[in-house]
């Protein structure tokens, strides 16, 4: 696995220290493929950020701040840990105390990255309907915190983007950029050296279909990965993933058929299928073997809700393969049925 990593992101692929590979700290031990079913985590992590910490010798994921329906009330962006990426436990929250800088709102779609040798958090903060949603930024030294606030990022109205949800970091030749958006276009900014804030013009990567923007980098292009539909349903929702690339990080971002996702919808690449409905708000993690994976959630339409009003939004993995150029999930639908896993250490396996 000797390729240069440059986007630190919602789904940081790994986390490497300098001139050691995964690839050879490993060569001696056999790799971990355990089998698997959708869903991996249960009951609820919406809108999935996942990273590998070396340090820490797990994969870690994050969600949306949600009630799990066992009387517990909100988990406050809940942290779950795998060795595997398949077999889950809950930490805990992210944070000790919830950030306070917004006077109404619950954290959603988190977004962590490895950068400047901690761990950055960006989130955003907002209800439904809510006219001026916003994003924030927490560091923390682990990758299970508590993560320290480090308060608003901007809000929609400052920013000149309606609904500005859905935060990504993306490290470019060592300048941080964010990208963001939902059904306003998708933007990208670029921070101060911190990280903690923003400096420069915003520009838009892709139209209003969108939301939930993912970018990874990979064989000399930028591939875009934008969530479209509604995502809170229960088995009615027709949440959905697209793809778009290009060769600059800025764009213009360009679906199969060279049409830019200003105006194009993108290609389609996994959608609802008889068991599981509204797959969507990706992230991307490579496993030690150099295959891509995809994280994201999905709805069981035997089991979508839980309590009245509030879709069951499990956690979900399916394996990202790579055909002439562009990604593909097997048959575009969510996978069913026992799969074969990502290829991982386990080294905290017991």
Known sequence: MKRTIIIASSALVL?????????NNHNEEALHTPEYE???FE????????IFSESMGYYYAYGTEDNWGDGMGNRVVPVVRSTDLVNWEY????????????????LWAPDIAYFQDRYYLYYSQSVWGDPNPAIGVAVADTPEGPFEDKGKLFDSDEIGVPNSIDPQLVIDDGVPYLF?????????????????????EKFQIAGTDFEAPYI????????FFGSKGSCCEGQWSEYRVAVGRSEQLEGPYLDKDGNDLLTSSGSLILEGGEHFAGPGHNAVITDEAGDDWMIYHGIDRDNPWIGSGTT???????????????????????????????????????
């Not at 986390?15 to 690839?23: D, I, K, P, R, Y």
């Not at 009951?43 to 996942?50: G, K, Q, R, T, Y």
């Open 91 to 106: 930490v805990g929250e992210a944070f000790n105390e919830k950030p306070d800088w917004k006077s109404d709102g619950d």
């Open 38 to 40: 959708n869903p991996v």
């Open 216 to 223: 990874i980098e990979r064989d000399n292009y930028y591939y």
């Open 180 to 200: 963001w958006g939902s059904w306003y276009g998708i933007w990208g900014i670029e921070l101060t050296e911190d990280g903690l804030d923003y400096t420069g």
């Open 312 to 350: 069951r939004r499990p956690l979900m993995i399916d394996k990202l393969a790579w055909q002439d150029g562009w990604p593909v999930i097997e048959d575009g639908l969510p996978g069913e049925g026992t799969q074969t896993g990502p290829a991982t250490a386990n080294t905290n396996e017991e």
């Open 15 to 23: 986390v490497l220290t300098a001139g050691c590979s995964l690839e």
């Open 43 to 50: 009951p609820v992590l919406a809108d999935p950020s996942v």
